[in-house]
């Protein structure tokens, strides 16, 4: 099938919904824009799950669609969330399943939804035809041409992070889990099982979650390069603005956040308002570093980023806290470099030579490869950014070619756009793009 359209936006999840939301809020017509994604619109990755142990991991001031009506969504979850453990000292942390509900009928509740036109499948490849119109490809044989595309493809799934030796079959289907982001592994877990988890971020604190609320009674191992978990939520509010120094290298930089934090705990209100503090100027500064700088800070400041930007729900960190003090938890420092799997048991060999059995391994390790962002670097559509984790962009969120001009009619938002802009994973920052993005689109015509 061959299709026309103006405007195409290629992903489903909070980026694309919250995108078609301010494009109809600009007076983008519904109808001259498609959006192709594989699932419902607004869930994805990230709220597209079914356990009820996986919450958002901010209060529900934080996950922002309309930046001149912040609290939208705490209004709405107070009328429309049932969940009687929401409520903590630090906020209420709903459901992420909830939150997705939220958005889903956020974005079909927009005037004009209906007429927007959904390819339910996923884009395999983009190409320049002629006069600037682009051709997409889908995977299940699609072709459209669009004026504009919009690329919104999101977090790409983990993927095992070392070799898998297993032979076909329903037991290392079960028992080997790759994506553990839906929850729908979970419930097939028996009481007593011996769970490995590969990784020690909010994926695996997602896990023990949920392994404690079904009343888990075997022992949890997780395999990371440290036996550290992210802090848990504490109140927070920003209450004054860091005097940032001129010029900053990231040595400067790491110096300047090491002297202005607090020595009190990272779980304390006081550590975690200055950190809040300073985080709304480390995109700017990101931005002025050089790709090679930029490396080096991710290099030094990466895992320790990782742990303490994402904080983990009070209730997250409660359940492992009492799985712990069961003695239940325990870490074994190091990467996994081979999981084998046979019909009777399940081996995990580490790098440091410690082989652990178990009788399920979870992939915790975070977001994988994006397949078709890869392509348009292989396709000399993109460049790479300077991580070489997704392809550049500019600030305007334009793709960048590898001759470093912009394309003016390819853009790309949310995590992917980390290794151009700095922090933009969470929803709020998405949404400030997606603002942004509508509005310059709406100039265009
Ligand atoms: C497990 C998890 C939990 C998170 N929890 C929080 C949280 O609590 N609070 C918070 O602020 N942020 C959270 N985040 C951060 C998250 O980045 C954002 O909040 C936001 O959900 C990202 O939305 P997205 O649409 O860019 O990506 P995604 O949610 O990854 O959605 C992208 C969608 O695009 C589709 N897609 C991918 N490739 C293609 C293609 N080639 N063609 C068509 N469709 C494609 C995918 O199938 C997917 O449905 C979480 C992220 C993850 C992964």
């Known amino acids: 099938m061959h299709d026309k359209s103006k405007l195409v936006i290629i992903g489903d999840g909070f980026a694309a919904a919250v995108t078609a939301i301010h494009l109809l809020r600009k007076g983008i017509a519904a109808d001259s824009f498609t959006i192709i994604g594989p699932g419902p619109l607004g869930k994805g990755h990230a709220y597209g799950c079914e356990s009820p142990s996986f919450r958002l991991n901010v209060r529900e ?46 974005v079909a509740a927009e005037v004009g939804f209906d007429q927007i036109q959904r390819i339910p499948s996923k884009v395999s490849r983009l190409n320049q035809v002629h006069d600037g119109l682009w051709r997409l490809d889908t995977t299940d044989g699609h072709c459209i041409h669009s004026e504009r595309v919009i690329i919104a493809t999101g977090n790409s799934p983990p993927t095992w992070p070392c070799a898998i030796k ?3 079959g329903e037991h290392a289907a ?7 982001w839906t929850g ?5 877990i028996g009481a007593e099982e011996h769970v490995v988890l590969l990784g020690g971020g909010l994926t695996a604190l997602d896990a023990i979650y949920a392994l404690a609320t079904q009343g888990h009674r075997g022992p949890i191992t997780i395999v990371g390069p440290r036996s550290v978990f992210p802090p848990t939520q504490a109140q927070w509010t920003r209450q004054k603005q860091p005097n940032w120094p001129e010029k900053l290298s990231p040595a400067k930089l790491l110096r300047f956040m090491r002297q ?21 100027n480390l995109n700017t500064i990101w931005q002025q570093l050089t790709p090679h700088q930029r490396q080096i800070l991710f290099k030094r400041l990466g895992w320790a980023w990782s742990l303490y930007r994402f904080r983990a729900s009070p209730q997250t960190i409660k359940a492992y806290e009492q799985l712990r003090a069961n003695h239940q938890v325990q870490f074994a420092v190091g990467r996994a470099k081979q999981v084998e799997c046979s019909e009777g048991a399940i081996m995990v060999q580490l790098n440091n030579g410690q082989g652990i059995q178990a009788d399920r391994i979870v992939n915790c390790t975070g977001v994988g490869r994006d397949v078709f962002l890869d392509r348009l670097v292989a396709d000399s559509i993109a460049l790479p950014d300077p991580l070489g984790h997704a392809v550049g962009v500019n600030t305007k969120l334009n ?13 790309m938002l ?8 700095g922090d933009v994973i969470a929803a709020s920052a998405i949404s400030k793009q997606a603002e942004e993005l509508a509005l310059q689109i709406a100039s265009l015509d």
């Open 61 to 106: 001031d934080l996950p922002i669609v309309f930046s001149d009506d912040p609290l939208h969504f705490a209004r709405w979850a107070k009328t429309n969330i049932d969940d009687s453990e929401a409520k903590t000292s630090a906020g209420n942390f709903y459901r992420r399943a909830d939150f997705g509900r939220y958005v889903s009928e956020l």
């Open 166 to 168: 297993a032979g076909p």
């Open 174 to 180: 079960s028992r080997l889990i790759e994506n553990p």
């Open 184 to 188: 729908q592994y979970l419930a097939a």
């Open 260 to 280: 202005y934090l607090p020595s009190a705990p990272t779980t304390s209100s006081e550590w975690q308002c200055a950190w809040e503090e300073l985080r709304p």
């Open 399 to 411: 793709v960048i070619k590898p001759n470093l001009q912009a394309w003016n009619n390819l853009w």
């Open 414 to 421: 949310g995590p992917a756009t980390m290794g151009s802009l």
